[in-house]
């Protein structure tokens, strides 16, 4: 999970713009997916979304979409620790 955080850390930077995340959503939801394919917790695991469910769910110009790209806006600026979106999934996983 460090080395995702770390990855996550290094591309989505404090001074990106909505755009410039949004773009960067798909590698968020592999650097989340594989991390915990590698080992992440088996409850979180069995409800990441797969890349359709998450494309289907994270649709462009939607809330969950916006709420997303903010969170990661908040982490870029350590507001939330990158380590959530191993945690709890927030959008990655389906609760």
């Keep these: 999970m460090q080395k995702a955080c770390e990855d996550l850390e290094r591309n989505v930077q404090p001074n990106d713009t909505f755009k410039k995340i949004r773009e960067r959503l798909k590698f968020v939801w592999l650097a989340v997916y594989d991390a915990h394919n590698e080992g992440g ?54 609760f």
């Design 41 to 94: 917790d088996p409850d979180i695991k069995d409800r990441l979304r797969n890349r359709d469910e998450f494309e289907a769910y994270v649709e462009p110009g939607s809330d969950v979409e916006r709420e997303l790209v903010e969170l990661l806006k908040k982490m870029a600026t350590n507001q939330v620790p990158w380590s959530n979106l191993f945690e709890n999934g927030t959008s990655l996983s389906a």
